[in-house]
Each structure stands twice: as structure tokens, then as C-alpha cells.
């Protein structure tokens, strides 16, 4: 167990009734059977008692956990006001987003992110540009950005190839450059490594000072050598440690982390420091990274 408080930047909680949501969908199907070999989390979910036992195991004091809203494109809905139930039935170590419908009209979802962050409490928005094959510099989402902007809350947006059978070509890092000289201000996460394009990923995070990098969805033994690097040496304060749970478990995930052999230092800034400071003062104000 790390002796790090850690904070996961990508939980997707999956209790049976939203296990079932995701398994009508052969994309997801195929993702959890094919590529993650877990395919009793689709049939069988995973109680949200039996998920925060694994969090305490591993020492994972908060979760990142948004919303998802695909209606239109494949019927996936994981409604932000469950985000927001979730985060009362568990006080402290749910920290939630918004999801959004990026095919609706613009000013509703910037209505949704007003209301979620500031009547639901909510700290940053996420993104899936794939569910929509728009590339993150497309002008639709250009709103977004500039309401995160205005209510100082960051993006975690995918990045890298999709996993499951969805076009991969809007996840490649080098789309995330015009975003960034666009909104210098803010702070965008980059989910997925960027892997098969990991080089691009390492080369926003280095150009850009509000650009990061998750690690969620490739447990540690699968990470490309050069992002080991970059995460030991000159990138150490520019990845953030997420796992996409369940499709990796808590107990694979930390038993390949602990091989790695990170200085202190880093593992602090990897497991808690870099998500704090890119959740940013807001989320500090409110207390809850106490």
C-alpha cells in the first residue's frame, strides 16, 4: 500500500444498475471481455461497499467520478445528479464532474456546468471527443472551455486510442496544442497516456504549463518506456495518477506500480500533488482534500 493518501483522477463506479447501462453496449462488451479481461463487471457489477474497500486497501482516499451523456449517440447515460448522490453516500471521497451531451445545444450545457459546479458542488469537467468524432479543437467545445475558464474548474479529456470499437483519430494529443495556445488559462488533463501517440502527449505537457497527463486505463507494467521516463525525470510534476477502476483493479494496479521504484518525491506528486494543484484553488477553498 502506498503511503500516500492517493486521489484517483478516473474511477467509473459500477453497481449493477450502471454495469447494465454499459453492458447493452458491444463497444463496452468488448472493452471489459477483450481488452481488460474483466467481463463479470458487466454481468455481475461491483457494490459500491465492495469498491470502497478496495480504495482503502490501496490507500485511495478520493475518486474522481463524472457524469456520462451519449443518449443521442448510444443510449449511454450516467446522470450527473447519481454523480451527485454518489458523492453524499459518500462524503469526502467522491469528487464529481460533469458529463455532457456534446450534441445538444451549447448554452444548456453551459447552464449544466454552471448548476453542477456551483449548486452541486462539483470540480472539473470530463470529456470524450470520441463519442462524438470531433477532435477537442472543434468549435463546439470551445464554450466549455471558456465557462471552465470563467468558473476556474479544469478538463480531463481522452486522449490516445479508444479501446473499445469508436474512432480513436479525435484522441491524438496534438489536437489538445490549439486548445491550449487557445486558453492558456486552463488546465486541461490529458486521460489515457495518449498511448499510441504517447510522444505527442509528452510534448504538450512539456510545451504547455497547464497541460497534464493521467495515467488511467494501462496499469503501470504497460507503460511505454518513455513515459516511465518523462514521469521519473522532467515530468514528474505533469502526470497524475488515475486507473479507470474497475477496468483495471486497484490490486493489479498498485502491485505493477510498486515495481516501478519512484523516488518519494515523486510518487507524492504522481499519487496527490499534481491532481491538487490542478483541481486548483476552488477545490482547496472548499476543503475537501482535507
Not at 455481475?44 to 451519449?70: K, T
Not at 473499445?164 to 479525435?170: A, T, V
Not at 497516456?193 to 486505463?217: D, R
Amino acid at each position: 500500500m502506498p503511503a500516500t493518501p492517493a486521489l484517483d483522477v478516473s474511477v467509473r463506479p459500477m453497481p449493477l444498475e450502471i454495469a447494465q447501462r454499459y453492458a447493452r453496449l458491444p463497444e463496452y462488451r468488448h472493452i471489459f471481455d477483450k481488452v481488460f479481461g474483466r467481463p463479470e463487471v458487466m454481468t455481475d457489477g461491483i457494490s459500491l461497499p465492495a469498491m470502497q474497500g478496495e480504495m482503502d486497501a490501496h490507500n485511495v482516499r478520493q475518486i474522481l467520478v463524472s457524469g456520462a451523456d451519449s443518449r443521442r449517440v448510444n443510449g449511454l447515460h450516467v446522470e450527473n445528479d447519481w454523480v451527485a448522490s454518489l458523492m453524499r453516500d459518500m462524503p469526502g471521497r467522491v469528487v464529481g464532474g460533469v458529463g455532457l451531451d456534446m450534441t445538444r445545444p451549447l448554452m444548456e450545457l453551459t447552464r449544466e456546468i454552471e448548476r453542477c459546479v456551483g449548486e452541486l458542488g462539483f470540480s472539473f469537467v470530463k470529456l470524450f471527443p470520441y463519442s462524438v468524432d470531433m477532435a477537442p479543437h472543434d468549435r463546439r467545445f470551445y464554450p466549455i472551455y471558456a465557462k471552465c475558464c470563467e468558473l476556474d474548474v479544469p478538463v480531463w479529456t481522452q486522449v490516445g486510442h479508444t479501446a473499445g470499437l469508436m474512432p480513436s483519430e479525435p484522441g491524438r494529443p496534438i489536437h489538445l496544442d490549439r486548445v491550449a495556445l487557445d486558453f492558456p488559462d486552463l488546465r486541461i488533463v490529458g486521460g489515457h497516456i495518449g498511448w499510441p501517440w504517447e510522444q505527442e502527449m509528452i510534448a504538450m505537457a512539456l510545451k504547455h504549463p497547464n497541460v497534464y497527463v493521467s495515467t488511467c486505463g494501462h496499469a503501470p507494467d504497460h507503460w511505454p518506456e518513455a513515459f516511465v521516463q518523462f514521469l521519473k525525470t522532467r515530468g514528474k510534476r505533469k502526470v497524475v495518477f488515475g486507473s479507470n477502476w474497475p477496468y483495471i483493479s486497484y490490486d493489479r494496479y498498485f502491485e505493477k506500480f510498486a515495481e516501478l521504484g519512484l523516488a518519494p518525491e515523486t510518487e507524492q506528486l504522481f499519487l496527490r500533488d499534481n491532481l491538487l494543484r490542478v483541481l486548483g484553488p476552488r477545490f482547496a477553498a472548499r476543503g475537501a482534500a482535507q
